[in-house]
C-alpha cells in the first residue's frame, strides 16, 4: 500500500522540543543554551512538514532557502543534500538557524502554525548546519574567476552575504574589517550562549574556500578611501556594510558617572575581548552587582544574561513600554525570564544617581502608562504625575538602539539620509558609481538575516551593474519595508531588534 | 584565506627614559594616509587590550608611523618589557579620528607637556609646511626626561622649553612658557595643547581670559574605536560627543576636564589587579631563572 499523503490529521501535532541547559545551571556560564536537535529529533520533526505547494516559509525567509526541499531530503537522511540545498541561497546555515526570528518569518506563515506550533525550521535547519561543520563539508563550486575585483567594508552578516555571492560569480572578493577579527556582530555583539564563536569561525573558513580574502585591522575611509578603491587599489565595486554607529543615551543626568556604560561596549569587551577571563585576558569590565538594562530588544537581553554571567547578582530591565511592546523575541524574553532577570515594564529612568564617588548608586525612575498610539502605531507611553522612585543598582547598560557611524560620511562624498545612514535606491545602490550599501549602516539597527538579505540583494544589484549574468534566480528584489517587527523604522527611542 | 595580518614589525625602538619609550613600526599603508592629530589603536598580544596612542610621527618614505608610550599600567610596561626591534604587534588599526585643522593660520603655539610631546610634532611640522609661524612650548619634568627637543627646533620658529624643576630651559610648567608667548605675540591665532588632562585644562584656563581658540587632544578609555562602544564618550559644550569619530580634538574652552579625569579612573581597581599580578608573575619567572640555570 502507498503510504497515505501527508495531512494536518496525520502529522505529530507536537513541536519537537529542543533540550536546554537548566535555567539555573546556564545563567552563570557561558555555555550554548539551546542544545540541538538529535539525529532523531530532527527526523521526527521534518514528519511534520507538509510540503504544501504555495510554499508560504520560502517567500518568508529573506533569502528565499528552498525550505521544504531541504527538509524532504533531512527527511529522507539525505543529509548532505540538505546541506547543499540549503547552501544554494544561504552559506551560513549554523548562524541562521540560530539568530533569525523565525516566528516573524518562515514559521510566522507556516501553514502548520495555523492549527498547532508552527514547523521548527529554525531547529532544522541549525541542525543541517551543525552537521556540516561537524563533517566538514562545505560547498565550494568550481568558479571561473572573470578577473573582476570585489571590495566588501565590514565583515559581518551583510558583508559575509555579500561577498559570498560575488565570490561564487567568480569574482576576486576581499573583506575588509576594522576589528582584529571577522565576523563583525556574529563575534562581539551576539554572546556565546547564543552563537558561540567557535561556530563563527567554521562558517567563515568556509567562505575562505571560497576564495574570498578576509583583511582584518583595516579601518576603510580612513586607512584608504572608498574613492581610492574603486580608482588606485582597481576594485571593480564595492559593498559598504560597516553596520551599528555610535550608542545612543538618553541625555538625563548622570550618564558619564562610572559604570554607565553601552549595550555595545559591554558585548565588545566581553565577547570579542574576552573579558569575562579577566585578568587571563587584559580587557577589564568592572560590572557591578546589581546591574541595571536600559530597553527591552535583543541586544537588551544578551547584555542582561552576559551580566548574568559575568556574576552579576542580580539584573534588572527597565523598559518605558509594556512586555506587549517589547521588541525582543519571545525565546529571547523567555530565557531572559528563566534565568531570572527582573522586569520593570512601564518604567521610565529619568536622572542616574551618583554614589557620591562618581559611580551609581541607583535610578530615579517615573511610572508610565500607555496612552494613545503614537506615530509607530504602538501605545504611547506617558508618565504617571507623582510616580518616582529610586531604584538601587550599581551599573546601568543603555540598549536603546544606535545612530548611524559617521566614518564613511566623513572621509567620502557619499549622500547620506536625513539621519545620516548611507542613502541608497531600491536596489541598494549608493550615489557613488559602483558603490553599494546594506545592512545597519543603511536602514538602522536591524537583524543578522535581515543584514543577509541586504547583502545578497546588493550582490545581485552589483551583478548587474558588472554585466554579470545572474545565475541565481532566488534573490528577493523588493526593497526592504518601512517597518521591523511592526515598529517604524522611524522611531529610535528603544531598543529595536539589532541582533536576533 | 583570513589573510595574515601586514606583520606590523617594530623596526626602531628608542628609550627615552625608564618610562618613555618609542615604537617605529613598519605599516607603509598608514604612513601614507596618516595626518597629524590622528591615533591608532594597539593590540600588543592576542590576549591583549585595545589601547589607543595618538601617532607623534610618521615617515611616507620609510613607511612607517611612530608611537611614543609611556610605561604605567600592566598592558604599557608589558610592551615596554617585549617590544624590541623586530618584535611585532598582534593588532595596529588606524588612523581614526579627525586630523588636526593645519590650514589658515599664521601663527600658532604648539604646546606639549610630557608625554604629550610626541603627538604635537606632526602638528607642529604640518603647520610650517604650511607656512605658519610656530611657536613651540614643550615641558618635561626634569632634564633627564626631555626627548625630541632637536626635532621641534627643526620645525618651530621659536622653542620655549621648560622643566618643572628647571634644570633645563625655563623653570615651571607649560602654562608659564604659554604665558611668555602670549605676552610676546599679540597675533596669536591659536594654540594646541596636547598632555595630561590636567596640563590641558590649565592651558585652557591660560587662554580662556584672551578668548584665544584653544584646541587640545583627548585621550579617553575605548574599545573599538570606530564609533561603535561609546566608551570614549566626552563632555563638550554641555553635550555628549565621541571622541574617537567626532575628536579627538575638540575646543578646550568647551571640554569638561573633570569629567574626562573621573571617566580615565573608571577601570583603576582592575588596572591595579592586573599590574600587581602581572609584577607577581614577572618576579617568579626571575627567581626561577637561576633556579634553572
Redesign the interface.
Known amino acids: 500500500m502507498a503510504p497515505k499523503k501527508r495531512t494536518i490529521r496525520t502529522i505529530p501535532p507536537e513541536r519537537t522540543a529542543m533540550a536546554e541547559l537548566p535555567a539555573a545551571e546556564r545563567a552563570r556560564t557561558f555555555g550554548e543554551v539551546a542544545c540541538g536537535y538529535a539525529l532523531e529529533d530532527a527526523l521526527r520533526e521534518t514528519e511534520r512538514c507538509l510540503f504544501c505547494p504555495d510554499e508560504p516559509c520560502v517567500r518568508g525567509c529573506p533569502v528565499g532557502i528552498d525550505i521544504p526541499g531541504f527538509i524532504k531530503r533531512l527527511g529522507e537522511r539525505d543529509f548532505r543534500g540538505a546541506y547543499d540545498t540549503i547552501t544554494d541561497t544561504n552559506l551560513l546555515p549554523a548562524i541562521c538557524g540560530r539568530v533569525c526570528p523565525q516566528e516573524t518569518q518562515c514559521e510566522g506563515v507556516c501553514t502548520v502554525g495555523d492549527t498547532y506550533a508552527p514547523v521548527a525550521i529554525g531547529r532544522l535547519e541549525r541542525f543541517v548546519g551543525d552537521m556540516a561543520i561537524g563533517e566538514g563539508w562545505a560547498n565550494v563550486p568550481y568558479v571561473e574567476p572573470n578577473g573582476l575585483k570585489v571590495a566588501v567594508v565590514g565583515s559581518g552578516p551583510a558583508g559575509m552575504a555579500c561577498a559570498a555571492d560575488m565570490a561564487k560569480a567568480g569574482c576576486a572578493v576581499t573583506v575588509f574589517e576594522a576589528f582584529q577579527q571577522p565576523g563583525g556582530v556574529l563575534r562581539y555583539g551576539i554572546p556565546d550562549f547564543r552563537l558561540p564563536n567557535t561556530v563563527v569561525d567554521a562558517e567563515i573558513e568556509k567562505l575562505t574556500r571560497l576564495g574570498i580574502v578576509f583583511r582584518a585591522n583595516t579601518l576603510v575611509g580612513r586607512l584608504f578611501t572608498i574613492e581610492q578603491l574603486v580608482g588606485e587599489m582597481g576594485y571593480d565595486a564595492v559593498f559598504i556594510g560597516t553596520g551599528a554607529g555610535t550608542p545612543t543615551f538618553m541625555g538625563i543626568p548622570g550618564e558619564s558617572l562610572n559604570g554607565v556604560l553601552s549595550a555595545n561596549e559591554l558585548l565588545t569587551r566581553c565577547n570579542l575581548m574576552h573579558a569575562r577571563d579577566f585578568p587571563a585576558y587584559d580587557t577589564p569590565l568592572d560590572l557591578g552587582r546589581r546591574v541595571a538594562v536600559i530597553g527591552a530588544g535583543n541586544t537588551a537581553m544578551d547584555a542582561m544574561r552576559v551580566s548574568l554571567r559575568l556574576g552579576a547578582e542580580e539584573v534588572l530591565c527597565v523598559y518605558r513600554r509594556g512586555r506587549e511592546e517589547a521588541p525582543a523575541r519571545a525565546e529571547e524574553l523567555h530565557h531572559a525570564d528563566e534565568e531570572g532577570i527582573r522586569f520593570h515594564w512601564l518604567t521610565n529612568p529619568v536622572e542616574i544617581l551618583d554614589d557620591g564617588s562618581r559611580g551609581v548608586r541607583g535610578m530615579r525612575c517615573q511610572r508610565m502608562e500607555l496612552g494613545e498610539p503614537d506615530a509607530s502605531g504602538r501605545r504611547r507611553p506617558v508618565a504617571v504625575a507623582g510616580s518616582e522612585f529610586e531604584l538601587p543598582c550599581d551599573t546601568v547598560v543603555f540598549a536603546i538602539g544606535t545612530n548611524a557611524n559617521p566614518i564613511l560620511g566623513q572621509t567620502t562624498p557619499i549622500a547620506l539620509d536625513a539621519r545620516g545612514y548611507i542613502a541608497t535606491d531600491a536596489t541598494l545602490r549608493t550615489s557613488l558609481d559602483g558603490v553599494f550599501a546594506g545592512g545597519d549602516i543603511v536602514t538602522g539597527a536591524a537583524t543578522v538575516i535581515e543584514a543577509m538579505g541586504a547583502g545578497r540583494r546588493a550582490a545581485a544589484a552589483m551583478k548587474r551593474y558588472l554585466g554579470l549574468r545572474d545565475t541565481d534566480a532566488v534573490y528577493q528584489d523588493a526593497a526592504p519595508d518601512g517597518e521591523l517587527f511592526g515598529i517604524a523604522a522611524a522611531e529610535r527611542n528603544y531598543a529595536r531588534v539589532r541582533v536576533a | ?3 595574515e ?2 606583520p606590523f614589525e617594530i623596526v626602531r625602538r628608542e628609550d627615552f627614559s625608564d618610562v618613555t619609550y618609542l615604537l617605529e613600526v613598519r605599516h607603509p ?2 604612513a601614507r ?1 596618516a595626518r597629524p592629530g ?1 591615533f591608532v589603536i594597539v ?1 600588543s598580544h592576542e ?4 589601547i589607543p596612542l595618538t601617532i607623534a610621527d610618521f615617515d611616507r618614505d620609510r613607511g612607517t608611523v611612530t608611537l611614543v608610550i609611556q610605561a604605567v599600567g ?2 604599557t610596561r608589558e610592551m615596554q618589557r617585549d617590544l624590541v626591534a623586530g618584535a611585532r604587534l ?7 579620528g ?1 586630523p588636526s585643522r593645519l590650514d589658515g593660520f599664521r601663527k600658532v603655539v604648539v604646546v606639549g607637556g610630557g608625554l604629550g610631546v610626541a603627538p604635537t610634532y606632526p602638528i607642529a611640522r604640518g603647520l610650517k609646511e604650511r607656512g605658519a609661524h610656530v611657536i613651540g612650548v614643550i615641558g618635561f619634568r626634569s632634564r633627564d626626561l626631555v626627548f625630541w627637543e632637536e626635532k621641534f627646533r627643526a620645525v618651530c620658529d621659536e622653542l620655549i622649553l621648560c622643566s618643572d624643576d628647571g634644570s633645563v630651559g625655563i623653570k615651571g610648567l607649560v602654562t608659564l612658557g604659554l604665558e611668555q608667548a602670549m605676552s610676546a605675540h599679540s597675533d596669536i591665532d591659536e594654540v594646541v595643547a596636547i598632555g595630561p588632562p590636567i596640563m590641558m585644562r590649565a592651558c585652557a584656563a591660560t587662554t580662556r581670559p584672551k578668548g584665544l581658540r584653544t584646541v587640545v587632544s583627548l585621550n579617553p578609555i575605548m ?2 574605536g ?6 570614549c ?1 566626552v ?1 563638550v559644550g554641555g553635550r ?1 560627543r ?1 571622541a574617537c ?2 575628536g579627538p580634538e575638540f575646543d578646550a574652552h568647551q571640554v569638561d576636564f573633570d ?1 574626562l579625569m ?2 580615565l ?3 583603576r ?3 591595579k ?2 599590574l600587581e ?1 602581572w609584577q607577581q608573575g614577572c618576579r617568579l619567572e626571575a627567581q626561577a631563572v637561576p633556579a634553572r640555570a
Open positions: 584565506m583570513i589573510e595580518p601586514p599603508e598608514m594616509a590622528q593590540m590576549a591583549g587590550e585595545r600592566k598592558t598582534h593588532a595596529l588599526v588606524g588612523p581614526m579627525e574599545v573599538d570606530t564609533g561603535m562602544c561609546g566608551g564618550r563632555k555628549i565621541f569619530v567626532e569629567d573621573f571617566r579612573a573608571r577601570h581597581a582592575a588596572e589587579v592586573a599580578r
